[in-house]
């Protein structure tokens, strides 16, 4: 860890302004000299580690009171960047009309990181590739452009079959980025300009040749909400781990059917602890859509969704243990009581 | 009595609460890091980045610019420090690779530089701006890489002294009925616990006190003497409270005498707190093991032939082994037996202790082959254990001083409703969830070493123990409390216990699951030293005869192993007899069988060991017997373990709270083996790439609903005279066998390589 300095910003434009000041040309947003701080879950123990190193720490919590708030009353779900995990988790009215939401943020990490955790912290987590989050490997891209992938040929039992690229394989490792790109949610954005409302499928960015550029945010840029259209009450997220809690998913999917007579009228299908990058699959809903749902077309629907995985030496099962997920989510979303 | 407080059986104490519970729960209890000491400097370790090579050169500049710097320490000025030997073979240290002597680099993350700032900020920033070169050597990672050398243990390691054999194995494997042969692994551990691996260093003149979780302070302090090149009596440990130890602080790291020596050079006290990954580096590990095992039996079941072949991998520059075959060779009447340990030599820094170092790799090995065994013959595992039950062992014919193998097995089998288990393969289910029945045999020597202690008593019935033992969170205060109280008859809460400062009466090393029998012991015979004195006092004429010593007591019965008092002594009327105020007494105590140096050896820091295999005309371990239930997910292949019951037997238990939290914690422990723990090696460059509890997996509650201990209660008069089995290392041993076994039952898949994760199950 190496000295900065803290500030609190008490209005959005404040926060906007001192995170733009620090901005420098062509530097990505993960290695901009200001970075914003909310449950610092992530954030602090990246600079423990001394992977971040920001000069300047620009704590948003003081925006809380307009950017926690949580409406699920109308025909969307709205959530504020700030509101904690754990209380998003626990909400009654989202537990019953999006389940996928409110289990892909029960399932994750531990109830104290809950309670801290902050909904837009956790859509920006990083990676957990233990060669990008441990400073003395020198090969990572993400973190040393152009230095090499350390990952590629080395234990690589935890990392991406999808997505990937010959520069970074590394996982997006969160688990309610699934629920958002599922369910076509939308984030508000706010910056110089305002607020601007964009896809959620539109933050991430695959590694390609550039790893160390994960989102499309731009250094001053917040994420103030998340918008939901929709209600989803058949609506799954299986996870798959090594420990019954606090772990994060060897693979996940999250999956919401809209089931009409039977007939499966609209399908929702996204994949965690497999890809580089929150992943909609939608090779495997289009199978799904318009279909009545048995088992071999679960099955159908599973392969549709790796039919591009590609594994390395120690995480060529994700793509078998991926598919099995895929279907159990399915038929646990349609035998769902709702 | 609760769950947590079981009910005490025949031979059992009763379970008093810890005597360091509330100092724990309130945050009192001040471990090595929280000694306050009068302006300290900080140290922050940098660890190499290659594990074998040559640093070329160190770029400081950028790390000296950090305000509040105040030394940058490398092996160019680094302060001269003696070598001492491996522990293993007469000396302290748990490698004889040294650091910051030369510019070679022996291991991944072996100490390359030590920052010393004002601050534990600074310190860390400056270590963090520290900048190397390395000519870096392509290293060999573990078994299977080029460049590493195998011999056989025995001859290179000075405790590993004989590979056992009876009988002529390869005939009578040759001519068996039934054969099995099969390979097992395990891999690399971390210890991993939970107090960091922390030094403060602190000199008074020529005087110097080191603060620093060790489970053996006389060890250390000879050993950091030796390294300095000044007289042991110059050196102090303490460490009241240890935050858990599992072997890793046994033997000294180099850590130790490095801080001394730049405390000494800089003239203030110096404090290292160094990091959890750093742990996985600069201390010892469980080394991966490989095992090939082979087992002839009759149609009935009874072992013909037993061979267990076992490689461990070390360091280059020491012989560490396990060689747990001195346990497997003699756990099951076999008239032929065979064996041979290996060890492989690569690039890493030296293995050490870690709880139950032989018997958890090699037991693994041996329980599964005998669940095999079972499946081949179509018998019942637990049947199978039972024919081959024996009271003498088979390689000397020695006799187990006590042996309650099968009551652990028949006792653990009731309450966990083996019975219920339908026998065949993937023959049991619960919606997504295949189900498993498994169950293994579990065992660990009992030891024993030279102790000595103080024990003070006043008028009114105050005492004070003193003895140089650990709490390394087993409960060594209050058991040590407890024996204290009964045996001098004085209430519980008038009893003091100093433990953890070198500058105490010795104890041996908290390790080998000795200290009860060992501490107890002496502290027993002390307390008779002070009945003797009492006695005298009030009975002059009476010669101490051994009727004369039976009658000495203070108060009630003092323990069931000891010796009945029909006369209370009257304390305050001794007292007057005697004329004093308070009556100490110190005493060493040893073992039968212990060898002629050994009084030498406990002042010095040298722990000799006595009992399991190694006794003369005996064999004694505790036993016990473990079964699990074990859940497969027919989608996910997550593997669960919703059940765990042990019973066990290891002879007095001197407080069942106590024990059952060591054994409860043991099965837990061998769960998180068999499903979790193992260190990532990555094979190029022979570096730990999992080195942090994020990564490095243990269990949560989540992962262990259900986990139910069982005291059996047992005698045995041949052990020591507090008649205690160590219990403390008995539990891992079985549970990772279990855990296999009951995965073969729930999916017809027999895995023999731990952990076993989802991605190793084909159903
Ligand atoms: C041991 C452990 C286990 C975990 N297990 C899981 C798991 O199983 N599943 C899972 O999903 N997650 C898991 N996590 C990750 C955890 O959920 C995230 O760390 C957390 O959600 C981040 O939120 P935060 O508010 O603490 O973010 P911070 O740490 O404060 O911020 C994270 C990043 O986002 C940026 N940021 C924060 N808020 C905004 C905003 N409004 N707009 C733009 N940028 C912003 C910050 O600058 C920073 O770069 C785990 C974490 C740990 C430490
Ligand atoms: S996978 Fe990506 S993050 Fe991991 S080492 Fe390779 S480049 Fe770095």
Redesign the pocket.
């Known amino acids: 860890m190496r000295p900065f300095s803290y500030q609190r910003v008490t209005d959005p434009d404040m926060a906007v302004q001192v995170l733009s000041a620090a901005a420098a040309a062509n530097n990505p947003l993960t290695k901009a000299a200001a970075?914003?701080?909310?449950?610092?879950?992530?954030?602090?123990?990246l600079m423990k580690l001394d992977v971040m190193r920001p000069a300047a720490i620009v704590d948003?919590n003081p925006l809380s009171e307009g950017w926690s708030a949580v409406d699920p009353g109308g025909e969307s779900l709205r959530l504020g960047?700030?509101a904690k995990?754990s209380d998003v988790a626990a909400h009654d009215e989202i537990q019953r009309n999006y389940p996928v939401v409110a289990n892909s943020l029960k399932?994750?990490?531990?109830a104290q990181?809950r309670n801290?955790?902050?909904l837009?912290?956790?859509v920006?987590?990083r990676t957990r590739c233990s060669y990008f989050r441990d400073v003395s490997y020198e090969n990572c891209n993400k973190r040393n452009p152009g230095s090499g992938c350390a990952a590629m040929d080395g234990v690589n039992r935890m990392h991406a079959v999808l997505g990937t690229s010959d520069q970074c394989i590394a996982t997006y490792?969160?688990?309610?980025a699934q629920a958002l790109i599922a369910l076509d949610a939308s984030i508000e954005i706010t910056g110089r300009s305002g607020t601007r409302s964009m896809p959620f499928a539109e933050l991430h960015k695959a590694p390609g040749n550039t790893p160390e550029i994960e989102t499309t945010?731009q250094p001053g840029e917040?994420?103030?909400a998340f918008v939901i259209p929709g209600r989803w009450p058949r609506s799954v997220y299986l996870k798959a781990r090594d420990r019954q809690s606090?772990?994060?998913?060897l693979s996940s999917a999250a999956v919401a059917l809209d089931v009409q007579d039977g007939t499966i009228s609209d399908a929702r299908v996204a994949l965690g602890g497999v890809a580089t990058v929150p992943w909609r699959a939608r090779e495997a809903e289009a199978l799904l859509k318009g279909q009545r749902f048995d088992d071999a077309l679960a099955q159908r629907a599973a392969d549709a969704a790796f039919a591009d995985a590609r594994g390395r030496q120690h995480n060529g099962f994700k793509i078998a243990l991926g598919k099995r997920v895929v279907a159990r989510a399915l038929q646990q979303a349609v035998t769902m009581e709702i | 009595m609760t769950a947590a407080a079981p009910e005490p059986k025949a031979n059992m104490g009763q379970p008093v609460p810890r005597y360091d519970a509330v100092a724990k729960v309130t945050g009192r209890a001040t471990y090595g890091s929280d000694m306050p000491l009068d302006n300290p400097a900080y140290a922050f370790l940098v660890t190499s980045a290659i594990s074998k090579g040559r640093i070329n050169s160190f770029e400081l500049d950028d790390a000296k610019r950090v305000r509040g710097v105040i030394d940058i320490v490398t092996y160019q000025n680094a302060p001269k420090l003696k070598e001492s030997k491996l522990f293993s073979n007469g000396g302290y240290a748990g490698t004889t690779i040294q650091p910051l002597k030369s510019a070679d680099v022996a291991h991944d993350g072996e100490i390359i530089a030590v920052v010393v700032a004002e601050s534990y900020e600074a310190a860390r920033e400056a270590a963090n701006r520290v900048k190397v070169s390395y000519t870096a050597i392509t290293p060999a990672a573990s078994f299977d890489s080029p460049g590493t050398t195998k011999a056989a243990a025995k001859g290179q390691n000075g405790q590993f002294k004989e590979d056992p054999q009876v009988g002529d194995f390869a005939k009578a494997f040759d001519e068996a009925e039934v054969k099995l042969t099969a390979s097992y692994d395990t891999p690399t551990q971390h210890h991993n616990p939970m107090e960091l691996f922390s030094t403060s260093c602190v000199w008074m003149g020529d005087d110097l006190v080191i603060y620093e979780p060790s489970q053996y302070v006389y060890g250390l302090k000879n050993g950091v003497a030796e390294q300095l090149g000044i007289d042991a009596d110059k050196v102090r440990v303490v460490n009241p409270y240890v935050g858990g130890g599992f072997g890793s602080r046994g033997s000294m790291t180099p850590r130790t005498a490095i801080i001394a020596g730049i405390a000494r050079r800089l003239n203030r006290p110096i404090k290292l707190v160094p990091t959890r990954d750093q742990g996985f580096t600069i201390a010892t590990y469980r080394a991966e093991t490989r095992h090939e095992i082979k087992l002839g039996a009759s149609r009935d079941g009874k072992l013909v032939a037993l061979r267990h072949e076992g490689a461990e991998v070390s360091s280059r520059a020491d012989p560490y082994c396990v060689g747990g075959t001195k346990t497997t060779t003699r756990l099951y009447a076999c008239p032929n037996v065979d064996s041979l340990v290996s060890i492989v030599r690569a690039d890493r820094n030296t293995p050490g202790f870690m709880r139950s170092p032989p018997e958890v790799p090699y037991l693994f090995a041996l329980e599964s082959a005998m669940d095999e065994l079972a499946v081949k013959l179509n018998m019942d595992p637990v049947e199978l254990r039972r024919v081959n039950d024996t009271i003498n062992e088979p390689i000397g014919g020695k006799p187990y001083t006590s042996r309650a193998l099968m009551a652990c097995f028949d006792e653990a089998a009731k309450a966990f409703g083996w019975a219920q288990r339908s026998a065949a393969p993937k023959s049991m289910s619960d919606g997504d969830w295949l189900i498993g029945y498994g169950c293994a045999a579990t065992c660990y020597p009992t030891q024993m070493a030279p102790s000595a202690a103080r024990v003070r008593l006043q008028r009114d019935g105050r005492t004070r123990v003193e003895i140089a033992g650990h709490e390394i969170g087993t409960g060594a205060y209050t058991i040590i409390a407890q024996t204290a109280s009964e045996r001098l008859g004085v209430p519980l809460e008038k009893v003091s216990v100093f433990i953890g400062d070198s500058d105490l009466p010795p104890a041996p090393v908290a390790g080998g699951s000795n200290s009860t029998a060992s501490t107890c012991s002496a502290v027993m015979m002390v307390c008779d030293q002070v009945r003797q004195r009492l006695f005298k006092a009030l009975m002059p004429n009476e010669s101490l005869t051994d009727k004369a010593k039976e009658t000495v007591g203070i108060g009630q019965t003092p323990t069931t192993q000891a010796a009945k008092s029909d006369r209370p002594l009257d304390l305050e009327k001794a007292f007057d007899a005697l004329g004093v105020g308070v009556v100490e007494e110190y005493g060493e105590w040893k073992p039968e069988g212990a060898p002629l140096d050994s009084f030498k050896a406990m002042h010095s820091g040298h722990a000799r060991l006595v009992g399991g295999a190694a006794m003369k005309d005996k064999i004694a371990y505790a036993f016990g017997a473990e079964f699990v239930e074990v859940r497969v997910n027919r989608f996910t292949h997550e593997i669960r373990c919703p059940r765990l019951v042990g019973a066990f037997a290891a002879g007095r238990i001197l407080n069942p709270r106590t024990a059952r939290s060591q054994l409860m914690g043991g099965l837990i422990w061998g769960m998180s083996s068999a499903l979790l723990e193992a260190t990532e090696i990555d094979e190029r460059t022979a570096r730990y790439v999992n080195d942090n509890f994020?990564d490095y997996l243990v269990p949560v509650n989540a992962d262990v609903p259900g986990v139910e201990v069982i005291l059996i209660s047992e005698q045995d008069d041949h052990i020591n005279p507090a008649g205690a089995k160590g219990l403390g290392e008995l539990a891992n041993v079985g549970t990772n066998a279990a855990i296999c076994n009951a995965i073969y039952h729930a999916t017809g898949q027999r895995i023999r390589k731990l952990p076993v994760r989802l991605e190793n199950i084909e159903v």
Do not use: C, H, K, V
């Not at chain 1, 399932?107 to 531990?110: I, N, Q």
């Open positions: 970075q914003p701080l909310a449950g610092g879950t992530t954030l602090i123990d948003i960047a700030l995990m399932l994750a990490a531990s990181l801290m955790a902050t837009g912290g956790n920006m987590q490792p969160g688990d309610f945010l917040l994420i103030s606090y772990e994060f998913a | 994020a």
